[in-house]
């Protein structure tokens, strides 16, 4: 009989202690459940309160109950992990054309869901099921269904190709390397897949590099457009009011200044597009290559990875490498001073200064110019301080704000928060007030464990137990955790969460964090101050919206956390 399919979702297994998929679920009197160890450790930290409470509805034990696997919920789990989303109806469709279809299926043959390696052959749900039960089989490699497992195949001798010849750049068989390729430089298939990824991920390195590079001359050029044009402006006003004083003598002459001035503005602001235009094709191709060269570092198959590393072509040189630059901008100055010249004079100067103004007016050009590097010294990242403060209409129930909304902590009892659609329903989450754009540096101060320093756009979710409403554990937001060494979640002080990708962070155990933001360029960066800067974490991506600082405590009793004002000095910061 084949099995019933259980359609299970991820978000309702997860520990709303860790965020992690339950691990030994207990269940609770009241219904709640939870890591065994998640529970154990935040009942032995409330060991001198004599009291045994559930961490979601405030419920007390008394005495603390006998913690119990719950077995049901462990299988449940255990599917989860094994087979995820078993009721997937695309999983019991037919194939399509971009599908690939089971080998073993009779009859009408239903849609793969895995490829097998060893085997050679793809499966649907039902006949991939002995890979999962039987012990010989879970050691088979198993990767995204595959129309090319026949590629691993040697043609001649029609054994799977297990090694790569570097000297011909190909993928063989053994038997092959006692015949065409006995005296060959080979390896291990695995050993060369690890040795391309290394070159793939060098290439990839400089692509984003150029591409980097190229993003900021574009924003180079795009400020000596907005210059230009600024200037032209404030000139033609300027040369008008001037030549208004001139009478009705001169005042023909004010329309062949703004003439000129737009006809320049024209040609100039021209030539910087056309400098725009080439470098968007370029980053565009950039752009194009490097996801290519990304969706081949993702190809579980090494065979297939390693030929179609091999036919790939080769990365080429830029053809942009100047580096543009623009210095200050003084566009038609001096047609403001010939102008005034011109004024003074009036009628006998006219005939004779209108030569200069001509000349003046045609000697502009792209200048050079630096955009704002990120801050070396200390001094530099307090120029950006600004001062934070807490929302109460943010604040989730349990969270107590100082009188000053610079501080937070969590409280046993909930406090008399009204109801606002702006709260964090679930989750021991505040925001600031104030919204985050350009350069901004700020610090906090904590005391206590799982504590989160967050940035995040405005429109996450606030209600409901989603991950989705959770810092770091969705696109829209960027959050660091500190917990002690040797604690279960991580094996550093630090971890980093984005999109719930977790990295983890090394660096020494600290008290205070910098959090340097550059909004423009994309820039977010964490800093341990305790004594000197040191930088933790660097995130380089790009913000679409204003941002929010922001803080979540992972336990009941998670301490408390607070924005500081810098100490001020000139220490250069450390880079980790």
């Known amino acids: 009989m084949a099995q019933k399919g259980v359609e299970l979702d991820a978000d309702r297994f997860s520990c709303p202690i860790c965020l992690e998929v339950l691990e030994v679920p207990v269940a609770l009197p009241c219904g709640h459940s939870y890591c065994m160890k998640c529970i154990k450790d935040v009942w032995n930290k409330k060991r001198k309160k004599k009291v045994s409470s559930c961490p979601e509805c405030r419920q007390t034990f008394t005495p603390r109950p006998a913690l119990v696997k719950n077995n049901m919920l462990a299988d449940l789990v255990e599917q989860l992990k094994t087979t995820g989303l078993q009721a997937d109806p695309d999983h019991l469709a037919c194939p399509g054309p971009e599908d690939v279809a089971c080998d073993v299926c ?61 000297t011909d750049q190909q993928c063989v068989c053994v038997l092959c390397t006692m015949d065409d390729h006995k005296d060959h430089e080979t390896v291990w298939i695995q050993a060369a897949r690890a040795e391309k990824q290394k070159e793939l991920e060098a290439d990839r390195q400089q692509l984003q590099q150029r591409i980097k590079d190229q993003e900021e001359d574009l924003k180079v050029l795009q400020q000596e457009v907005e210059a230009i044009d600024a200037a032209a402006d404030k000139q033609v006003e300027s040369s008008k009011k001037m030549f208004a004083e001139l009478i009705r003598l001169i005042q023909r002459r004010s329309s062949d200044v703004e003439q000129q001035v737009r006809s320049q503005q024209k040609t100039e602001a021209s030539r910087v597009r056309e400098l725009q235009e080439k470098l ?24 297939q990875f390693l030929q179609s590393y091999v036919s790939r072509s080769a990365l080429g040189g830029s053809p942009h490498s100047a580096s543009i630059t623009a210095g200050p901008h003084r566009y ?27 000349q003046v007016g045609s000697d502009v050009h792209v200048l050079t110019m630096t955009f704002q590097s990120e ?15 807490l929302d109460p209409d943010t604040a989730y129930r349990t969270l107590l704000l100082s009188q000053n909304h610079r501080a937070a902590m969590v409280e ?18 505040v925001l600031s007030k104030e919204r985050l754009t350009g350069c901004c540096y700020w610090e906090v101060k904590w005391a206590g464990v799982g504590l989160c320093v967050a940035v995040t756009y405005k429109n996450i979710r606030r209600a409901g137990n989603s991950l989705e409403c959770a810092f770091g554990f969705n696109d829209k937001s960027w959050v660091l955790q500190y917990d002690m060494e040797g604690c279960r979640f991580t094996p550093t002080s630090y971890t980093f969460y984005h999109n719930k990708v977790k990295t983890s962070v090394s660096g020494p155990e600290s008290h205070r964090l910098g959090v340097y933001l550059d909004h423009r360029a994309g820039t ?38 607070e924005f500081v004002e810098p100490e001020g000095t000139d220490t250069a910061p450390a880079r980790s």
Not at 375 to 389: N, W
Not at 533 to 557: E, K, S
């Open 375 to 389: 801050p070396q010294t200390r001094a530099d990242f307090l120029s950006y301080s600004c001062e934070l403060t």
């Open 412 to 429: 046993y009892e909930q406090e008399s928060y009204t109801s606002n659609p702006q709260r964090f329903t679930h989750y021991r989450q």
């Open 332 to 358: 038609f100055e001096d047609v403001a001073a010939a102008v005034l010249e011109l004024r003074d004079r009036l009628q006998d100067a006219l005939s004779e200064k209108w030569t200069n103004i001509s």
């Open 524 to 561: 977010l960066c964490f800093y341990d101050v305790s004594q000197t800067m040191t930088l933790l974490h660097r995130v380089r991506t790009t913000f679409t919206q204003p941002l929010y600082a922001g803080f979540r405590f992972c336990y009941c009793d998670g301490g408390d956390i």
């Open 280 to 303: 968007e094709q370029e980053i565009t191709e950039l752009r194009r290559k490097d996801s290519e060269l990304e969706q081949l570092s993702r190809t579980e198959d090494h065979n």
């Open 106 to 166: 009779s009859g009408r043959k239903l849609k793969a869901v895995r490829s097998c390696l060893v085997c050679l052959a793809s499966y649907c749900d039902r006949h991939l099921q002995p890979h999962y039960d039987a012990a010989p089989l879970r050691r088979h490699k198993l990767v995204e269904p595959s129309t090319m497992l026949q590629v691993r195949v040697c043609s001649r001798h029609d054994e799977v190709m297990k090694v790569f010849c570097c």
